[in-house]
């Protein structure tokens, strides 16, 4: 009923999705943060907190379930085993019934209060307000690591990425109708959300540093990302494969026809040493390898496509 009388009245309802993985220090403090920043805005705004639990091994799912008992404004989804992030947060989309969707970590390192500031330029008419980390707390490596990551992905795509955007983000129904009709066993969010359209900006903000517990991203995690990243956003790296096969291809032709002009005006002049013949070949056997790795990266992501493998399998809804 009360959602029936938003509807006539002109009320709006936000569903904020977070995604969590053995988060027990900090799950309640999200909760608690959420609530407040909703507590804060004009009763025109209704909301809903989803929590997509990724087959969590410590105690998130039980104090979610505890929090949920005495909140009904806070759902849940858990998983019947840990599907990866990447999953899991595409899937928190079928499951929101808002006008827009607010996607917030669950390690607390993004400002809930910058939520009514994503809300007001989507009120402006905005359909994806996305946050833009101008300051970090990670160390050096991480930080080249995105930021070399961030600028790969924007020269080798069509669409350019925007720098240093992450998961924090709202993003319009319509938005999120559209992502939900892509069949995509893997799918890439943010390049999605870009490719998609729609009038889009991106809000500076400073990343704190994580309060509890660490990161669940381990470098194996953040290579596969990577790599699904690129394969599904762009097919540009596997176009490179032919560029440069054709530019090793004439420079190879380029340098017979040298070879052989040499021969005939200098007959005695002797053959480049055995050494430098093994590295060449050492060296384009290596650079082949690596254009084989990816071919097969593609080769990879069309096989999961078509073998049409569970993308997600759902244990248990609470409050859904």
């Given at each position: 009923m009360l959602n029936e009388l938003k509807s006539v009245f002109g009320g709006k309802k936000i569903s904020v999705v977070t995604c969590v993985y053995n988060e027990e220090d900090t799950v309640r403090e999200v909760y608690e943060a959420i609530k407040k920043t909703f507590s804060?805005?004009?009763?025109?705004y209704?909301?809903?907190?989803?929590?997509?639990?990724?087959?969590?091994?410590?105690?998130?799912f039980k104090i979610l379930k505890e929090i949920a008992s005495k909140d009904a404004n806070i759902k849940i989804v858990t998983y019947s085993k840990n599907f990866g992030p990447i999953n899991n947060e595409f899937s928190g989309f079928k499951y929101v019934s808002g006008d827009a969707v607010v996607c917030f970590e669950g390690n607390l390192k993004d400002p809930a209060e910058l939520i009514p500031v994503f809300i007001k330029h989507?009120?402006?008419?905005?359909?994806?307000?996305y946050g833009v980390r101008k300051k970090t707390n990670d160390n050096f490596l991480m930080s080249f690591m995105r930021k070399t990551f961030y600028k790969l992905c924007s020269a080798l795509s069509e669409e350019p990425l925007p720098l240093n955007a992450g998961v924090f983000r709202l993003v319009d129904r319509k938005v999120v109708d559209e992502l939900i009709k892509l069949d995509d066993y893997k799918p890439y969010v943010r390049g999605l959300i870009t490719t998609i359209g729609f009038r889009q900006i991106?809000?500076?903000?400073?990343?704190?540093a994580r309060p509890h517990g660490q990161s669940k991203s381990n470098l194996t995690y953040l290579i596969d990302f990577a790599i699904n990243a690129f394969i599904s956003?762009?097919?540009?790296?596997?176009?490179l494969c032919t560029y440069f096969g054709i530019i090793l291809a004439a420079l190879s032709i380029l340098i017979a026809l040298i070879y052989t002009v040499i021969k005939l005006f200098f007959w005695n002049i002797q053959a480049p040493g055995i050494a430098t013949?093994?590295?060449l070949i050492l060296f384009f056997s290596g650079i082949q390898m690596f254009f084989l790795g990816v071919i097969g990266e593609y080769i990879g992501a069309i096989h999961s496509q078509?073998?049409?493998?569970?993308?997600?399998?759902?244990?248990?809804?609470?409050n859904i």
């Amino acid at each position: 009923m009360l959602n029936e009388l938003k509807s006539v009245f002109g009320g709006k309802k936000i569903s904020v999705v977070t995604c969590v993985y053995n988060e027990e220090d900090t799950v309640r403090e999200v909760y608690e943060a959420i609530k407040k920043t909703f507590s804060g805005l004009s009763e025109e705004y209704e909301y809903e907190h989803i929590f997509m639990d990724n087959c969590s091994k410590d105690d998130t799912f039980k104090i979610l379930k505890e929090i949920a008992s005495k909140d009904a404004n806070i759902k849940i989804v858990t998983y019947s085993k840990n599907f990866g992030p990447i999953n899991n947060e595409f899937s928190g989309f079928k499951y929101v019934s808002g006008d827009a969707v607010v996607c917030f970590e669950g390690n607390l390192k993004d400002p809930a209060e910058l939520i009514p500031v994503f809300i007001k330029h989507w009120e402006e008419g905005y359909d994806v307000v996305y946050g833009v980390r101008k300051k970090t707390n990670d160390n050096f490596l991480m930080s080249f690591m995105r930021k070399t990551f961030y600028k790969l992905c924007s020269a080798l795509s069509e669409e350019p990425l925007p720098l240093n955007a992450g998961v924090f983000r709202l993003v319009d129904r319509k938005v999120v109708d559209e992502l939900i009709k892509l069949d995509d066993y893997k799918p890439y969010v943010r390049g999605l959300i870009t490719t998609i359209g729609f009038r889009q900006i991106g809000i500076n903000y400073e990343r704190k540093a994580r309060p509890h517990g660490q990161s669940k991203s381990n470098l194996t995690y953040l290579i596969d990302f990577a790599i699904n990243a690129f394969i599904s956003y762009s097919i540009i790296p596997i176009r490179l494969c032919t560029y440069f096969g054709i530019i090793l291809a004439a420079l190879s032709i380029l340098i017979a026809l040298i070879y052989t002009v040499i021969k005939l005006f200098f007959w005695n002049i002797q053959a480049p040493g055995i050494a430098t013949v093994i590295i060449l070949i050492l060296f384009f056997s290596g650079i082949q390898m690596f254009f084989l790795g990816v071919i097969g990266e593609y080769i990879g992501a069309i096989h999961s496509q078509v073998r049409k493998k569970p993308f997600i399998v759902v244990k248990e809804k609470i409050n859904i």
